[in-house]
């Protein structure tokens, strides 16, 4: 199925008479983002939920809701206290227990701030990221409540986990149950609807990219060189310092610019990319980065199956506005492949020797037809797939698909002050 745009999918219906006919007499639509992942403009999942909310049309509206320890700093947001109880754990040597008791259990704040929470807020949809924690009390209320229930799913979040095993059993049961539970769903990417297993609701949501499109620089501005955006640290770190080393060997003519959060790596590990680490850069200054770039690198770790199969690399939207050749590093049953394959944006390397990718820029430097080629479809892939107003209508689709339910599940699906939540 394909989310369409409930309020302005008919152009024959005016807004106001598709507002009445879904059942809000012309209020905007109550959303309720309740997640440990706090919308910023930074970097992964973070970042794409900033840019959905940075484009929400104003039929909605929205508030946002995190455990105070994530130190949320702007827009319209309510702090939730952590309970007694899972902050003093939190505060000793336990820490780390006490995540994974969280990601279990989803005990981090207290049923009473959550019953005070959904009393003052009577929300039309709650929405949800399936990572850290919140997911578990926002698909609790939403059954409690009688609310529609949406899902964001950036990745395999069980792939992070950590702590004893059996609790990183029952966090994962979590996520599927978070699934199974939702109204809406929306994937990253077809290989992690797949996995998750068909249901009702559930659409693939590709990364949002920044809007616009930026100036293209002149490749005659600048020696070849390559750049890769993103972050260096977890799973990425071997495969990042393993290619700045081929690099470094190989003696290179052409060279590779990375850009992304200080990894704060030893001395030794970042001695490996001094050369080559230029800074985490937003906005202007990261645009003028990447268009003055004349091929941009995607990696994907080889030793994680789960994110090369499941995670859709955010980059590679973000990378496809600038109409730039793409180079994928990445295993050959990685979705990015397959998409690369698809759309003829990208030159793929399969092999995890580093070397390789030594080889196959040095192939973009010299072929000036092939990056012509590979920028002219990452151009049309912006343009199409990946346009943010697609992706947005997407969003808002499923919003307005879930509180569709809302208006039909009963005459008063918010009573206030009487209701236990049965957490």
Not at 34 to 47: E, K, M, Y
Not at 171 to 189: F, G, K, N
Not at 391 to 410: D, K, V
């Amino acid at each position: 199925m394909s989310f369409a745009d409930p309020l302005s999918s008919s152009p024959s219906i005016s807004r106001d008479i598709a507002a009445e006919a879904f059942g809000f007499d012309r209020r905007p639509i109550r959303v309720l983002y309740l997640s440990t992942v706090v919308a910023r403009d930074t970097t992964s999942g973070a970042l794409l939920i900033h840019r959905h909310f940075a484009l929400l049309s104003s039929r909605f509206s929205l508030v946002s809701a995190h455990d105070s320890a994530a130190r949320p700093v702007d827009g319209n947001i309510v702090e939730l206290p952590r309970s007694r109880l899972f902050a003093r754990i939190s505060n000793s040597r336990y820490l780390f227990l006490a995540a994974a008791l969280d990601a279990a259990f989803g005990c981090s704040v207290s049923r009473s701030t959550l019953k005070r929470l959904m009393q003052t807020i009577q929300p039309d949809v709650i929405l949800t990221l399936a990572e850290g924690s919140l997911h578990i009390p926002a698909r609790r209320l939403a059954a409690a409540w009688n609310c529609p229930l949406v899902s964001v799913f950036h990745d395999w979040a069980p792939t992070w986990q950590q702590g004893p095993r059996a609790l990183r059993m029952l966090a994962e049961r979590q996520i599927r149950r978070l699934y199974r539970a939702s109204d809406a769903v929306l994937c990253i990417s077809t290989g992690l609807r797949d996995a998750l297993g068909a249901k009702p609701g559930a659409e693939v949501l590709p990364p949002i990219p920044g809007s616009g499109t930026p100036a293209a620089a002149s490749e005659s501005n600048a020696p070849f060189h390559s750049a890769y955006a993103g972050s260096f640290q977890n799973c990425y770190s071997h495969e990042v310092q393993s290619l700045c080393r081929a690099f470094a060997e190989a003696g290179c003519t052409h060279e590779l610019r990375l850009y992304g959060p200080d990894p704060r790596w030893p001395t030794d590990r970042m001695n490996l990319i001094k050369d080559n680490y230029r800074g985490f850069l937003k906005g202007g200054p990261f645009e003028a980065a990447i268009s003055a770039a004349s091929a941009l690198l995607v990696v994907v770790p080889f030793d994680w199956e789960a994110i090369a199969r499941y995670s859709f690399p955010s980059k590679i939207p973000e990378y496809c506005r600038f109409r730039k050749p793409l180079l994928i590093w990445a295993p050959d049953y990685a979705t990015c492949v397959e998409w690369a394959k698809r759309s003829g944006a990208a030159l793929v390397v399969n092999d995890p020797d580093p070397t390789s990718v030594v080889r196959a820029m040095a192939r973009l430097r010299d072929d000036a037809a092939l990056r012509h080629r590979l920028g002219e479809a990452a151009g049309r892939a912006a343009d199409g797939e990946f346009n943010p107003r697609t992706l947005q209508a997407i969003f808002e689709g499923a919003l307005g698909y879930a509180a569709r339910r809302s208006c039909t599940a009963s005459p008063s699906v918010f009573p206030v002050g009487s209701k236990t939540v049965p957490l």
